[in-house]
């Protein structure tokens, strides 16, 4: 992240919590970002994110988490990550900003991980204390809040009852979740109804390549 957003991000943080509706609301107010229809569905780095000043929803998701990895690392105590859910009072999110009629809810701490969830044609934050490192590790998801990364309110808790679930084969409705990006992997269940990462394909092409690599060897021996 670069230095200014760094510095706003920097707002949204004390030494016991995460603001995490501060986190969109900065940028919105202090650098004018907001929503954007990305016609080629692309996901923007987040140097493109920052110059076109905003992004579809994968984008704002991926700017969130972003933002919180940078707040996570930070040399603080664990703090909580508080959003925002309708309640009586006032929720303040940084300066004179402030949700009318809401009050906080904890959603997890430093201690967790964030995850991007894709489900109805819409992507959000999930937070989980659980570390998904493989394809089958996809469904530790289940029962972890979920929280709405261009305003920082609670959409829902994973799985339970009328709210999105992780997508399987034996049950995967167009609202359910199909869609999972990680640090460093990418998650999707749009193939044979089987939850594929984006390693588990450079591991396939891998293979075949080493078995392609050894049959024009041993083609080479063969004509030698």
Same mark, same amino acid.
């Given at each position: 992240?670069?230095?200014?957003? +760094? #510095? ?32 080629? =569905? ?13 992004? =579809? ?15 996570? +690392? ?24 402030? #949700? ?9 701490? *430093? ?9 109805? !044609? ?5 937070? !989980? ?6 394809? !089958? ?15 920082? +309110?609670?959409?829902? *808790? ?23 990006? *990680? =640090? ?9 109804? +089987? ?7 450079? =591991? ?12 024009? !060897? ?7």
């Amino acid at each position: 992240m670069s230095p200014r957003l +760094q #510095y706003l991000a920097d707002k949204c943080t004390s030494n016991s919590e995460i603001n995490a509706p501060c986190i969109p609301i900065a940028v919105k107010a202090e650098e004018g970002w907001d929503y954007k229809i990305d016609e080629g =569905d692309r996901m923007l780095s987040l140097d493109d994110f920052a110059l076109n000043k905003g992004g =579809d929803c994968e984008d704002w998701s991926l700017y969130f988490k972003a933002a919180y990895n940078y707040l996570k +690392q930070e040399d603080r105590p664990e703090r909580d990550i508080v959003s925002a859910v309708p309640g009586m009072g006032n929720f303040r999110i940084y300066g004179d900003h402030y #949700y009318a009629d809401a009050r906080g809810r904890d959603i997890g701490t *430093t201690r967790d991980y964030a995850y991007v969830i894709c489900y109805d !044609s819409h992507c959000i934050i999930a937070v !989980s204390g659980q570390e998904i490192k493989n394809s !089958s590790d996809v469904y530790k998801l289940r029962g972890a809040p979920a929280v709405e990364p261009q305003n920082g +309110q609670y959409m829902f *808790t994973i799985g339970n009852l009328l709210a999105p679930d992780i997508c399987s084969e034996e049950e995967c409705s167009y609202y359910d979740i199909w869609m999972i990006i *990680t =640090d460093n992997d990418i998650y999707d269940f749009h193939y044979n109804w +089987q939850w594929v990462s984006y390693r588990d394909y450079y =591991d396939a092409a891998s293979y075949y390549k080493n078995k392609i690599d050894a049959m024009e !060897s041993l083609i080479e021996e063969e004509a030698g």
